[in-house]
């Protein structure tokens, strides 16, 4: 065999670990997204040091990028990414300490986080999680109550 010949036969075989498919290409623009949106937040925490956040509430912000990170147009169709981190960033700081104001805070100017934009975002984010609960109302139809209160809450 010839030169040529070597290199053909070696690149027409694939490696298993270089198989691309619609699957592994998604999953790689999902980490790719997600590791943007984590460089803006940190990038945030840099510009919001005046709220002294905490390494736990830092650790917070993550945990909601990671959860929401890949549905933002949910939490509000026309906010940027970073005004949307930002209300994720407040949200924490607000539950610590509920009297912080946003039209306080330059911050919040800049980004366009408005109290309105802000509850939109908190409302779909508190939506969200009662979706995922498994706790629900008393007068919901959707489970027998009588059923789980003999058995101790278990189907």
């Known amino acids: 065999m010839t030169g040529i ?3 053909l036969d070696k690149y027409s075989t694939r490696v298993p670990y270089e198989e691309r ?3 592994t290409d998604k999953n790689r623009k999902r ?3 997600l590791n943007e949106l984590h460089k803006i937040c940190d990038e945030l925490f840099i510009e919001c040091k005046i709220l002294c956040l905490s390494s736990y509430q830092k650790e917070r912000v993550h945990w909601l ?3 929401f990170g890949n549905n933002f147009k949910s ?3 026309q906010a ?3 005004t949307i981190i930002l209300a994720f960033i407040f949200y924490i700081k607000k ?3 509920s009297k912080i104001r946003l039209e306080d805070y330059q911050i919040t100017r800049e980004y ?3 109290d309105n934009i802000f509850e939109i975002i908190i409302c779909r984010i508190c939506e969200t999680f009662i979706m995922e609960s498994p706790i629900v109302p008393y007068a919901t139809t959707v489970y027998d109550h009588e059923i789980l209160s003999r058995n101790g809450g278990e189907i």
């Open 5 to 7: 010949e070597d290199l």
């Open 21 to 23: 498919s619609e699957e």
């Open 31 to 33: 980490k790719t997204r």
């Open 65 to 67: 990028i990671e959860k």
């Open 75 to 77: 939490l509000h169709g």
């Open 80 to 82: 940027k990414k970073e």
């Open 95 to 97: 539950i610590e300490i």
């Open 112 to 114: 366009n986080l408005t």
